[in-house]
């Protein structure tokens, strides 16, 4: 059974920085890409940031030059690192993995957030 175990959220100030780290357990095949959504409150939850095997990256528009996605699909890890912080940035920070896809149905898994609050 795949598992994703999110870490790294606190409560930083403006500008601070926080990075973010994702371990997936309990895969069988070949992880296809990873990323990063948030969701906060009374609001949809939305793609921060993803990776996948050919190293292409995306990025939400307000995070480009502030937030950076790494991955290393051998070990099963991401993190998302993330520079001068904005309240605007404060959500549950959810951790997103799609195996296989290639000789298998894709399938998606999340893990359970990591919360980031940024106090002004």
């Known amino acids: 059974q795949v598992q994703l175990v999110e870490s790294g959220g606190a409560l930083v100030q403006a500008g601070g920085s926080l990075t973010l780290f994702c371990k997936v357990s309990g895969y069988r095949y070949p992880l296809n890409s990873m990323g990063w959504y948030r969701q906060s409150p009374g609001k949809e939850r939305e793609l921060v940031a993803t990776?996948?095997?050919?190293?292409?990256?995306h990025y939400k528009g307000s995070v480009k030059g502030r937030f950076t996605i790494s991955r290393d699909f051998g070990k099963g890890t991401a993190s998302l690192e993330m520079n001068s912080l904005k309240p605007e940035d404060t959500a549950v920070y959810y951790c997103k993995v799609i195996v296989g896809g290639i000789f298998q149905p894709p399938t998606v898994h999340w893990g359970q957030g990591t919360g980031v609050t940024v106090s002004s």
């Open positions: 990776t996948d095997t050919s190293q292409t990256t």
